[in-house]
Antibody
Framework: QVQLVESGGGLVKPGGSLRLSCAAS????????MSWIRQAPGKGLEWVSY????????YYADSVKGRFTVSRDNARNSLYLRMNSLRAEDTAVYYC?????????WGQGTLVTVSS | EIVMTQSPATLSVSPGERATLSCRAS??????LAWYQQKPGQAPRLLIY???TRATGVPAKFSGSGSGTDFTLTISSLQSEDFAVYYC????????FGQGTKVEIK
């Protein structure tokens, strides 16, 4: 069965950086677009980024464009999100998800807290 | 920018009743419209994609409809496990989520 496991969250100071990882299993990883979605505490879902199976197509939400970088390593079945210049408003649970028929499989999320 | 507006923000329903949730786009969109269910402390779960196709394992009590700017998720005969927050999402030319509708027990 498809499993997605995020890691790398934690507490970081404003202006700092963090790299999130998403380990995938139970699927032919390179066949699928993958996406990052976040959810601030007590708030709704916000799409962050997606990347094609080859990595050749990438899109970002305006709120993170220029600060976040999505990448993938198909040999390692892994998705990444490099987050730079972090702000308090980036505090959220970050989910990775597979894009097939919409976002059909989600990880359990990893919490990123940006605070001094 | 396309904005997805869900209504109502909160829907109070008695067990066994039907719930009708709305998602309206700020301009006409494709049928790449999905609905998700999220319970406290859990990741979202895909219910409907392509505006009206149930995802694998989703019971027939969940149905989606609509096109253009107006989309609807209907949940028939609500049971305790159906009380949750529901989000619509556009995932084609523009990616965005609605702000969510909380379905609570009346």
């Amino acid at each position: 069965q498809v499993q997605l496991v995020e890691s790398g969250g934690g507490l970081v100071k404003p202006g700092g950086s963090l790299r999130l990882s998403c380990a995938a299993s139970g699927l032919t990883f390179s066949d699928y677009y993958m996406s990052w979605i976040r959810q601030a505490p007590g708030k709704g879902l916000e799409w962050v980024s997606y990347i094609s199976g080859s990595g050749g197509t990438i899109y970002y939400a305006d709120s993170v464009k220029g600060r976040f970088t999505v990448s993938r390593d198909n040999a390692r079945n892994s998705l990444y999100l490099r987050m730079n210049s972090l702000r308090a408003e980036d505090t959220a649970v970050y989910y990775c998800a597979r894009l097939a028929a919409a976002l059909d499989y989600w990880g359990q999320g990893t919490l990123v807290t940006v605070s001094s | 920018e396309i904005v997805m507006t869900q209504s109502p923000a909160t829907l109070s329903v008695s067990p066994g009743e039907r719930a009708t949730l709305s998602c309206r786009a700020s301009q006409s969109v494709s049928s790449a419209l999905a609905w998700y269910q999220q319970k406290p402390g859990q990741a979202p779960r895909l219910l409907i994609y392509g505006a009206s196709t149930r995802a694998t394992g989703v019971p027939a009590k969940f149905s989606g409809s609509g096109s253009g700017t107006d989309f609807t998720l209907t949940i028939s005969s609500l049971q305790s496990e159906d009380f949750a927050v529901y989000y619509c999402q556009l995932y084609s030319d523009w990616w965005t989520f609605g702000q969510g509708t909380k379905v609570e027990i009346k």
